[in-house]
């Protein structure tokens, strides 16, 4: 079993930086899988970035040079940094875990999922 709590949301300019926190506990965390999925107001969840078991990262295209996932396994922490935000990445960002090491895009594929934290861009 696995909980997840992200951190690190708040207010910020268009073309800053923030950098999203993703603490997890139970016994799988180093063998899962994790992403980060987001919601904007009144739209649908959208698959974010993930990063699997051994390391390796797949993005949405929408991200892609812009955002970086990692994690920590010492530290049992998944880290989201966000870089030359724009207005339409404004958000509730949620860190999901599943069973399985496999990175995946589909939400339903995730069996863990943190309570979100807001990321606001203002332009």
């Known amino acids: 079993q696995v909980q997840l709590v992200e951190s690190g949301g708040g207010l910020v300019q268009t073309g800053g930086s923030l950098r999203l926190f993703c603490a997890a506990s139970g016994r799988t965390f180093s063998n899962s899988a994790m992403g980060w999925f987001r919601q904007p107001p009144g739209k649908e969840r959208e698959f974010v970035a993930a990063i699997s078991g051994s390391d390796k990262t797949l993005y949405a295209d929408s991200v892609k040079g812009r955002f970086t996932i990692s994690r920590d396994n010492a530290k049992n922490t998944v880290y989201l940094q966000i870089n030359s935000l724009k207005p339409e990445d404004t958000a509730d960002y949620y860190c999901?875990?599943?069973?399985?090491?496999?990175?995946?895009?589909?939400?339903?594929?995730?069996?863990?999922w943190g309570q979100g934290t807001q990321v606001t861009v203002s332009s």
């Open positions: 999901a875990g599943r069973i399985g090491a496999l990175v995946v895009t589909t939400g339903t594929a995730y069996n863990y």
